[in-house]
């Protein structure tokens, strides 16, 4: 886990206070640099959870896609999709997964180039535990209500959006 900084100050709020006075007001400075940092602290918390079972974050979501299929496999273009990242981060993670006995890979009988990802019982049962564990701590957010984690998503829902990520469901349509 991160040090803790332990200043007896905001570095944020004293860097806002210092943007304003040269540039002025721009909050999105201060919320930028909040955001950022929050996911190192959480990112650190996660991790330290994650290590015992030899996983990170990346890993861990890949392995939680593989068991939300149901067949327990998917094509690595799909994996990649579905967590958004790019291939070649998709081919990484699932060489670590495989290389620890977590996932095997086999050809898609559907594409002969494709490859498919498939969660080995190995992989089931770390990421049962490692779940286990993230749920116990909230998943870092230990210090947040529902209601507050539901307004963190919906409050980054929109650049979400914007960013192409997906697209919102018409109103009254179904999502």
Known sequence: MAKPLALDFDPI??????????WGAVPSMAAI??????HQILLARVDAVLKPYGLTFARYEA??????????ELS????????????????NTVDR?????????????????????AI??????????ATRDLMA????????????????FDLLRPLR????????PEAGEAP
């Open 13 to 22: 709020d004293r860097a806002d206070e210092l943007w304003t006075r040269r």
């Open 33 to 38: 640099t909040s955001i950022m940092r929050a």
């Open 63 to 72: 392995l939680v896609l593989l068991t939300f299929s149901r067949t327990g």
């Open 76 to 91: 690595l273009s799909k994996v990649g999709e579905r967590l958004m990242v790019h291939p070649t981060s998709v081919t």
């Open 97 to 117: 997964l495989e290389r620890a006995g977590l996932v095997a890979r086999h050809p898609n009988p559907l594409d002969g180039r494709g490859v498919l990802a």
């Open 120 to 129: 080995t019982d190995r992989g089931r049962e770390v990421v049962e535990g």
């Open 137 to 152: 701590m909230e998943f870092g957010l230990e210090e947040y209500g529902p209601e507050q984690c539901r307004q963190v």
């Open 161 to 168: 959006v914007a960013a192409g990520d997906f697209t919102e």
